[in-house]
């Protein structure tokens, strides 16, 4: 795992942490302009969902009617959101990039939704740069659950904690989490992908449950599921899917 020098530029070491925030912030509205030239492509790239589905019946199996679930890079909404809310959750679904908003504002008109960068969740950034004060610090353990499908690996490694970490502070004591990643060892590494270049960070998987024992989740259970992208040049991945419960 890497992470960013942060130093003081008046004695010549580097970038500030200003510095540092402004340039990631740059990188990741860059990530979520190319999300909105791809739209309802990506989709058509991934349309094997069963994992991802699976997750979705053990919140719904787990979860009381109406519970609060937090979905993290929400996408199209399809199809965790229109599966959570069709079954009587209420889904509040975040993504920077407005074309997939667009789209899932119009695929699952029930949820409720916000442009934010993931990375300010639970911040005062998400009241005062996005209007989101539902998303910040006074909303702490509003959430009995949340899930992020494949959205941390838009993150270098070195953020994928500290978004971890706010999430949980999102949750109640003992909510849940089911989390999808690609199992590989990368860290913020450029990919094409769709006619655009993104950025990809993964772990292995012994490391990525490290992760996430240290951002303060257990790891109640995790499948390994071999997928082949469709109409991509993506190599094929291993996909994790992780069911976590906030410790503490």
Known sequence: MTTGQIS???????????DHQTRRRTER?????????????????FPDKAGQLA??????????????????????GDPTVRQ?????????GVDLSDGMLRLARQSVPAAEYHRIDMYDLATERAHRAWDAAELGPRAA????????????????????????GRIRTLLRPGGLLALGMVEADLDHAPLPFLGHEIRISGYLRE????????AGFSVEAHSGHPYAPASTT???EEQLFLRCRRVG
Do not use: K, N
Not at 8 to 18: E, I, K, L, N, V
Not at 29 to 45: H, K, M, P, S, W
């Open 29 to 45: 509205a860059l990530q979520a302009v190319a999300f909105d030239t791809i739209g309802a492509r990506y989709v058509e790239a």
């Open 8 to 18: 003081d530029p008046a004695q010549g070491r580097g970038p500030s942490h200003a």
């Open 84 to 92: 959570l809310t069709g079954g009587g959750l209420r889904v509040t």
């Open 55 to 76: 997750c979705g019946e053990w919140l719904l199996d787990a979860l009381e009617p109406g519970a609060q679930v937090l979905d993290v890079g929400c996408g199209t």
């Open 207 to 214: 490391e990525l449950e490290q992760t996430l024992h240290r």
């Open 234 to 236: 993506l190599p094929p």
């Open 141 to 164: 353990g509003r959430y009995a659950a949340a899930t992020a499908f494949f959205s941390l690996i838009m993150l270098p490694q070195a953020e994928i904690p500290e978004v971890l």
